[in-house]
C-alpha cells in the first residue's frame, strides 16, 4: 500500500514537470498572437510594435521567471527551517514590513529610496520577520501562533503605511500603487538586476541543503549532530528574506507565490529538500509566468486585467484554506487565557462605574483638545462652535466600537474561541470585498449600496469560516487560520481595485484607514439607530449565547437548532461588523479585546459580559479616535491606526502567555 503511494508521487512529479511548461507555453502563444498593436497606418508602426515586443512584452516575460523563481526558493526556505507548510513572505509580515519601509521612505526621503530601495526593504522585511518570530519563540514557533503573530504585525504595518499615504497625498499615493505588484516592463533592466540576485541566493541555498534537512528534525536532533541551530537559522530566514524583498523592491507585493509553490511542489511528489529547493523555484517561475500571462490576455488594449501581484493573491486565501488539515499546532492558543482573574460579586454596580467611566470619557472627548497656544477646556460659545465638529465624530467611534465589541462577543460564543473576533476571522475584509465589488459595479454608489454590499460581503466570510470551522469541531487553529485564508483573499480583491489609483482607490483607502474627519449627522444618525437596533435582540438570544459555546453536540440535547440559531447570531454580527466597518475601517481589533476586557473585569454572565463589552468597546474607539485628533495636532491620524495599536498590543500580549489549552 505504502509503495503504490510512492510510486504515484513519484510518477506524479514528471506529469506535472511537463504540464506546467506546456500550460506556460500555451499562455504566451496565446497572448503574442492576441496582443494589441499599433495599427500598421505608417512605416513607424512595425517599429513600435517590434519595440513593444522587444522592451516590453519579452523582459516581462524574463522578469515574472526569475521573480517567481525567487518567491520560490524563498517560500521553500522559510518553510523548511520553521518546519511551517504556511510560511511566506506575506504569511510572515515580511511584505508588509518592506512595503511599510519603502512607503516611508518615499514619503520623507525620496533620496533614500532613490539610493537604495532594496535596503530599505531588507529593513523592514527583517524587522517584521524578527518581530513574528520573536512572538512566537516562547511557544516554540508553533505554525498557528507563527500565523496570528504575522497577522497582528501586517496589520499593525499596513494601518501605518495607509496613514504615511494619507498624509503625504498623491506623492505616496503611487507607492502603494505599484506596491500591488506590476510586472509592467520598458526594458530590460529590470530582469538584468534581479537575474544576478536570484543566481546568488540559489547557489547560497545549494550550501544550505545539508543544514536544512538536518533541521527537518526536532531542535535537539540538530544540535545533537553538531548543528549551530540559532546562528544557521537566522542565515536561512536572512536569505530568504533577501530573496522576497529584492523581488519586492524591483516590482512590488506578489502575494503568496512563496506559499503556493512548495505546495504544489509537494503534492506534485517533491519531498526531499534537494528536489523540493529544485521543483519549487521552477514551480514558482511557471506559476507567476502564467499568472502574468493570463491577466495581460484578459485585459482591455494595452492595460492588464489586474495588477499580477494582487492576482496572485487571490490564491493566497483559497490555498491556506487547502492546506489546514496539514498545519498541525503544537501548542495551541489557550481558551484559559481568555478567562476572568475574577468573579465580580456585583455585576451591576460594576456595569454602573463602567457607564460614569464611559461618560466622563465621552466629556473629555468633546471638551478637551489642543490649540495653538496650548491645552484648552471647551466651554460656553466656544464648546457650541466646536460640537458640530467633534459630537458626530465621537458618536460614530463610540457606536461603531459598541458595535465591533458585540460582534466579537457573539463570534466568541458562537465558535468557542477567545480569540474570534471580526478583524482576525477575516469578516471586517469580508466587508471590505463587498464595498469592493459595489464600487466596481455601481461607480460611486450611495450609502446604502455601499452598506448592504458591505453587509453581504460580511455574512459571507463568516458563513464560510463556520462552515470551514465546523468540520474540525471548531479546533481554536483551524478556524484561526480559516479567519487568516478568508482575510487574505478578501483584501487581495480590495488590492485589484486600490491598484487602479483612481477615486474609487481612494475611497477604498480611506476606508482602510478608519478615519472619522468626514463624520456628519448621516453617519451619526446611522451609527445610533444601527446600534440600537441590532443589539435590541440580544437579550432575548441570551439561552443561545449561553449554551453555543459547549458545543455542537451539548447544544443540541440542550433542545437547540443548532444551525437556525448560529446564522441568526452570525446575520447580527455580520450586520454590525459591516455597518461598523463602513464607519471606522477594518484594522481596529476593537472586536477583540472588548469581549476580553469584559472577562478579564470579571463578568461572567452572558448578559452581563455583553454589557461590559459594548461599554469597553465604546471607550476604546472613543479614546482612540481623540488620540487620532491630538497626538500630531494640528494635524490628523486615522482613528483606524491608533485602535489597531490599541488592539495589536493586546492580542500580543495574549499569544505570549504561557498557558497551553491541553
Request: glycine share 10%; with cysteine.
Amino acid at each position: 500500500m505504502v509503495s503504490r503511494a510512492k510510486l504515484a508521487r513519484n510518477a506524479s512529479l514528471p506529469v506535472f514537470a511537463i504540464l506546467l511548461p506546456l500550460l506556460c507555453i500555451a499562455a504566451f502563444a496565446v497572448l503574442i498572437v492576441t496582443r494589441p498593436e499599433v495599427p500598421q497606418g505608417d512605416a513607424d508602426a512595425a517599429m513600435l510594435n517590434g519595440a513593444l515586443l522587444w522592451n516590453s512584452i519579452m523582459p516581462r516575460a524574463m522578469l515574472a521567471l526569475i521573480a517567481g523563481a525567487a518567491l520560490g526558493l524563498s517560500g521553500t526556505l522559510l518553510q523548511r527551517v520553521l518546519r511551517n507548510p504556511i510560511a511566506d513572505a506575506s504569511t510572515l509580515g515580511i511584505a508588509s514590513g518592506a512595503e511599510l519601509a519603502m512607503t516611508a521612505a518615499m514619503g520623507f526621503s525620496p533620496l533614500l529610496i532613490g539610493f537604495s530601495r532594496e535596503m530599505a526593504a531588507f529593513g523592514g522585511g527583517l524587522a517584521a520577520v524578527a518581530i513574528v518570530l520573536a512572538l512566537s519563540w516562547r511557544r516554540g514557533l508553533d505554525p498557528v501562533t507563527v500565523a496570528l503573530s504575522g497577522l497582528i504585525v501586517s496589520l499593525i504595518a499596513s494601518a501605518l503605511s495607509v496613514t504615511l499615504i494619507l498624509s503625504r497625498g498623491e506623492y505616496a499615493m503611487s507607492i502603494y500603487i505599484w506596491g500591488a505588484g506590476s510586472l509592467s516592463q520598458q526594458d530590460w533592466n529590470g530582469a538584468l538586476s534581479l537575474g544576478p540576485r536570484l543566481i546568488l541566493g540559489f547557489a547560497a541555498a545549494l550550501l544550505l541543503v545539508r543544514p536544512l534537512r538536518i533541521l527537518a528534525l526536532d531542535d535537539s536532533g540538530a544540535r545533537s549532530l553538531g548543528l549551530a541551530l540559532h546562528s544557521t537559522r537566522l542565515a536561512i530566514i536572512a536569505l530568504a528574506v533577501w530573496l522576497a524583498v529584492s523581488v519586492i523592491s524591483e516590482v512590488g507585493v506578489i502575494g503568496f507565490v512563496g506559499l503556493a509553490a512548495p505546495a504544489i511542489a509537494r503534492l506534485a511528489g517533491a519531498r526531499g529538500t534537494g528536489k523540493l529547493m529544485l521543483t519549487a523555484p521552477l514551480t514558482g517561475a511557471g506559476l507567476l509566468f502564467l499568472t502574468d500571462c493570463l491577466t495581460q490576455i484578459l485585459g482591455p488594449g494595452f492595460t492588464d486585467l489586474a495588477p499580477t501581484g494582487a492576482a496572485t493573491a487571490l490564491l493566497g486565501g483559497p490555498l491556506l484554506l487547502f492546506l489546514l488539515p496539514r498545519v498541525h499546532s503544537v501548542s495551541a492558543v489557550a481558551a484559559q487565557s481568555a478567562a476572568a482573574l475574577n468573579r465580580l460579586t456585583k455585576p451591576l454596580l460594576a456595569l454602573g462605574a463602567l457607564f460614569i467611566a464611559l461618560a466622563l470619557i465621552f466629556a473629555v472627548v468633546l471638551t478637551l483638545g489642543p490649540a495653538e497656544d496650548g491645552w484648552h477646556v471647551a466651554t460656553g460659545s466656544l464648546l457650541t462652535d466646536l460640537l458640530p465638529f467633534r459630537l458626530p465624530r465621537t458618536i460614530v467611534a463610540a457606536a461603531a466600537g459598541a458595535m465591533l465589541a458585540a460582534a466579537g462577543f457573539i463570534m466568541q460564543r458562537v465558535t468557542g474561541n477567545p480569540i474570534a473576533s471580526p478583524e482576525v476571522l477575516g469578516v471586517s475584509s469580508g466587508a471590505g470585498a463587498g464595498l469592493t465589488v459595489a464600487l466596481f459595479l455601481f461607480g460611486f454608489p450611495s450609502p446604502i449600496i455601499m452598506l448592504l454590499a458591505m453587509a453581504l460581503g460580511a455574512l459571507a466570510a463568516f458563513l464560510a469560516m463556520i462552515a470551514i470551522s465546523a468540520r474540525s469541531q471548531f479546533s481554536p487553529e483551524r478556524m484561526l487560520l480559516a479567519g487568516v485564508g478568508i482575510g487574505a483573499f478578501a483584501m487581495a480583491i480590495v488590492t485589484m481595485v486600490l491598484a487602479k489609483g483612481d477615486m474609487r482607490g481612494y475611497i477604498l483607502l480611506t476606508w482602510l484607514s478608519g478615519s472619522t474627519n468626514r463624520a456628519g449627522a448621516f453617519e451619526a444618525w446611522t451609527a445610533i439607530i444601527s446600534l440600537v437596533v441590532l443589539t435590541a435582540p440580544l437579550p432575548f438570544l441570551s439561552r443561545w449565547l449561553t449554551i453555543l459555546p459547549l458545543g455542537a453536540g451539548p447544544s443540541r440535547a440542550a433542545g437547540l437548532h443548532v444551525g437556525v440559531s448560529r446564522l441568526a447570531l452570525a446575520i447580527l454580527a455580520a450586520l454590525m461588523t459591516a455597518i461598523a466597518s463602513f464607519l471606522v475601517g477594518p484594522l481596529s481589533l476593537t472586536g477583540l479585546i472588548a469581549p476580553h476586557l469584559a472577562r478579564l473585569a470579571g463578568f461572567r454572565a452572558p448578559g452581563h459580559q455583553l454589557t461590559a463589552s459594548l461599554l469597553f468597546g465604546a471607550g476604546v474607539l472613543m479614546a482612540a479616535d481623540w488620540l487620532s485628533r491630538v497626538v500630531i495636532y494640528p494635524y490628523q491620524v486615522p482613528v483606524g491606526l491608533f485602535a489597531a495599536l490599541i488592539g495589536g498590543p493586546y492580542l500580543i500580549w495574549l499569544l505570549s502567555r504561557k498557558e497551553v489549552q491541553q
